[in-house]
Nanobody, 126 residues
Framework: QVQLVESGGGLVQTGGSLRLSCAAS????????MGWFRQAPGKEREFVAA????????DYADSAKGRFTISRDNAKNTVYLQMNSLKPEDTAVYYC???????????????????WGQGTQVTVSS
């Protein structure tokens, strides 16, 4: 069983930055594809970014490209999401997720992920 715990959310002004962290328990973390998703009130959960198990491959939603950076430190069992140039439309609860199969082809599909954190709120004020 893997547990994921997010941190780093908060209130920031438009144009500001935040770095989210997701700490994972379990010795097999390094073999997982890890993703970040977000969910705004009244909207479906949407893909934000994903990183392959060694960090050689990353992918981003169009809304995140050029502003967000996903990274991981397998020695620390942690994945990060650096968010810059934040906009009010980035306001949402952000979740990290782990796919134990490591299937990169399904990285954008929430139902493919086996483990989820509790979420961390990000609020961007205008």
């Amino acid at each position: 069983q893997v547990q994921l715990v997010e941190s780093g959310g908060g209130l920031v002004q438009t144009g500001g930055s935040l770095r989210l962290s997701c700490a994972a328990s379990g010795r097999t973390f390094s073999s997982y594809v890890m993703g970040w998703f977000r969910q705004a009130p009244g909207k479906e959960r949407e893909f934000v970014a994903a990183i392959s198990w060694l960090g050689h491959s990353t992918d981003y939603a169009d809304s995140a490209k050029g502003r967000f950076t996903i990274s991981r430190d397998n020695a620390k069992n942690t994945v990060y999401l650096q968010m810059n140039s934040l906009k009010p439309e980035d306001t949402a609860v952000y979740y990290c997720a782990g796919d134990r199969t490591g299937d990169w082809g399904m990285r954008m599909t929430p139902t493919k992920y086996d483990y989820w954190g509790q979420g961390t709120q990000v609020t961007v004020s205008s």
